[in-house]
């Protein structure tokens, strides 16, 4: 008989969640749900406990656990409310897999005590690596935790490298769709950028901070940073390639120059079963790919013109705590462009400040983060009064 890969599911509510759980919901005889975890999307979360009879549900907004408890009174589900509960719940011993895609730097607390506990981690929450990539990955050897990606361009890279161990890794190339400003030449262009505009992306469906990252090209830099710690390969030695089809999503070359590469459709339910299923590969009856009907092409990314996947590449190369103050400022910038206070090109202005302002520390803790993510959030909300 088939032991049932336990799963938590941290974002349940969102993009990559509500996917994961229509692959649980497809394969239940591979797949049991243990935990839900949601920020304040309670209408969802009480319809997906009552759907997947989870053990324990976790609403993050304290001020919804009211609602959700009374919603699921009936229940034996127990409801627990707050960022510790969510901390304490990955832990469970009927916890095999936690699945992070909280959105976010809220996704690195509970990432950090699933590894700590030696849980499989298949991580969706970029932001973990791109603020404490060392700190993970020296936890997660540490401890025995295993992380998939579930990123598509991670995935990809991942599953590239299965079967590589000890043949020497020469570039990561990590393809990106560009984003629906692809075709822009001028500054004029962006600074008139709108909302909904941004919230457009051309091939892929997801939560609306990383389709703006995705616009901004910013969510090909936090990328990059994963990579670097995924992955240990140089900055200089991951380079970005537009690939505007989304079919190829990523390749690795050799040092006897072979190149290769994961293709797929732009679903990611795929990378998601991929991760889930421990590399075992999940059967589906998606479409499938018709190379007849595609057309692969490639372009240099325009940093000067997009700018955050400079500033990826910088905060990189700063070290130490820089890569918690870009996603601390990019995660106001976004917040502010979706409100409306902020244009499209400004929030490059204000992740740029926000670097420029800061003195790298090359040793931290989860304490020091903290404080700094709440101090570089306060500073930039400051800035934001001061910037067009």
Same mark, same amino acid.
């Given at each position: 008989?088939?032991?049932?890969?336990?799963?938590?599911?941290?974002?349940?509510?969102?993009?990559?969640?509500?996917?994961?759980?229509?692959?649980?919901?497809?394969?239940?005889?591979?797949?049991?749900?243990?935990?839900?975890? &949601?920020?304040?999307?309670?209408?969802?979360?009480? &319809?997906?406990?009552? *759907? $997947?009879?989870?053990?324990?549900?976790?609403?993050?907004?304290?001020?919804?656990?009211?609602?959700?408890?009374?919603?699921?009174?009936?229940?034996?589900?127990?409801?627990?409310?707050?960022?510790?509960?969510?901390?304490?719940?990955?832990?469970?011993?009927?916890?095999?897999?936690?699945?992070?895609?909280?959105?976010?730097?809220?996704?690195?607390?509970?990432?950090?005590?699933?590894?700590?506990?030696?849980?499989?981690?298949?991580?969706?929450?970029?932001?973990?690596?791109?603020?404490?990539?060392?700190? %993970?990955?020296?936890?997660?050897?540490?401890?025995?935790?295993?992380?998939?990606?579930?990123?598509?361009? =991670?995935?990809?890279?991942?599953?590239?490298?299965?079967?590589?161990?000890?043949?020497?890794?020469?570039?990561?190339?990590?393809?990106?769709?560009?984003?629906? $400003? +692809?075709?822009?030449?001028?500054?004029?262009?962006?600074?008139?950028?709108?909302?909904?505009?941004?919230? +457009? =992306?051309?091939?892929?469906?997801?939560?609306?901070?990383?389709?703006?990252?995705?616009?901004?090209?910013?969510?090909?830099?936090?990328?990059?940073?994963?990579?670097?710690?995924?992955?240990?390969?140089?900055?200089?030695?991951?380079?970005?390639?537009?690939?505007?089809?989304?079919? %190829?999503?990523?390749?690795?070359?050799?040092?006897?120059?072979?190149?290769?590469?994961?293709?797929?459709?732009?679903?990611?339910?795929?990378?998601?079963?991929?991760?889930?299923?421990?590399?075992?590969?999940?059967?589906?009856?998606?479409?499938?790919?018709?190379?007849?009907? =595609?057309?692969?092409?490639?372009?240099?990314?325009?940093? *000067?013109? $997009?700018?955050?996947?400079?500033?990826?590449?910088?905060?990189?190369?700063?070290?130490?705590?820089?890569?918690?103050?870009?996603? &601390?400022?990019?995660?106001?910038?976004?917040?502010? $462009?979706?409100?409306?206070?902020?244009?499209?090109?400004?929030?490059?202005?204000?992740?740029?400040?926000?670097?420029?302002? =800061?003195?790298?520390?090359?040793?931290?803790?989860?304490?020091?983060?903290?404080?700094?993510?709440?101090?570089?959030?306060? *500073?930039?909300?400051?800035?934001?009064?001061?910037?067009?």
């Amino acid at each position: 008989m088939i032991q049932k890969k336990r799963i938590a599911v941290l974002g349940s509510t969102g993009s990559i969640g509500t996917q994961a759980l229509e692959v649980v919901r497809s394969h239940r005889e591979a797949f049991e749900v243990t935990v839900l975890v &949601a920020r304040r999307s309670t209408e969802l979360l009480i &319809a997906q406990a009552l *759907e $997947f009879s989870p053990d324990v549900v976790v609403i993050s907004d304290e001020a919804y656990y009211p609602e959700v408890r009374q919603a699921l009174s009936h229940t034996s589900i127990e409801v627990m409310a707050g960022s510790e509960a969510i901390a304490e719940a990955v832990v469970r011993p009927d916890v095999d897999i936690v699945l992070t895609a909280m959105v976010g730097f809220s996704g690195l607390v509970p990432t950090l005590a699933a590894i700590t506990a030696g849980k499989t981690i298949a991580l969706s929450n970029k932001e973990t690596l791109v603020v404490a990539g060392e700190l %993970i990955m020296s936890l997660a050897t540490r401890h025995g935790a295993r992380i998939l990606p579930v990123d598509s361009e =991670h995935s990809a890279i991942y599953q590239c490298l299965v079967g590589e161990e000890g043949n020497p890794l020469e570039r990561i190339l990590l393809t990106a769709s560009g984003g629906p $400003f +692809r075709s822009y030449k001028r500054v004029e262009e962006l600074e008139a950028v709108t909302v909904e505009a941004a919230l +457009r =992306h051309p091939n892929w469906s997801m939560g609306a901070k990383v389709t703006i990252d995705s616009a901004s090209l910013m969510n090909k830099g936090l990328e990059m940073i994963e990579a670097r710690w995924l992955f240990d390969t140089p900055a200089e030695s991951i380079e970005v390639l537009v690939h505007p089809q989304s079919i %190829i999503h990523s390749m690795v070359e050799f040092a006897d120059g072979s190149i290769k590469a994961q293709l797929g459709q732009p679903d990611m339910r795929l990378p998601i079963s991929y991760a889930l299923g421990l590399t075992e590969r999940v059967s589906n009856d998606y479409p499938r790919l018709n190379f007849l009907e =595609h057309t692969f092409t490639f372009e240099r990314p325009n940093m *000067e013109l $997009f700018p955050n996947l400079a500033l990826a590449y910088r905060a990189l190369e700063l070290g130490g705590t820089a890569p918690c103050v870009l996603n &601390a400022a990019n995660e106001i910038a976004v917040e502010a $462009f979706l409100a409306g206070k902020l244009g499209f090109r400004a929030m490059s202005t204000l992740i740029a400040q926000a670097l420029e302002a =800061h003195r790298p520390e090359r040793s931290y803790d989860l304490q020091l983060l903290s404080e700094l993510d709440a101090a570089v959030r306060a *500073e930039s909300r400051e800035r934001l009064n001061h910037i067009r």
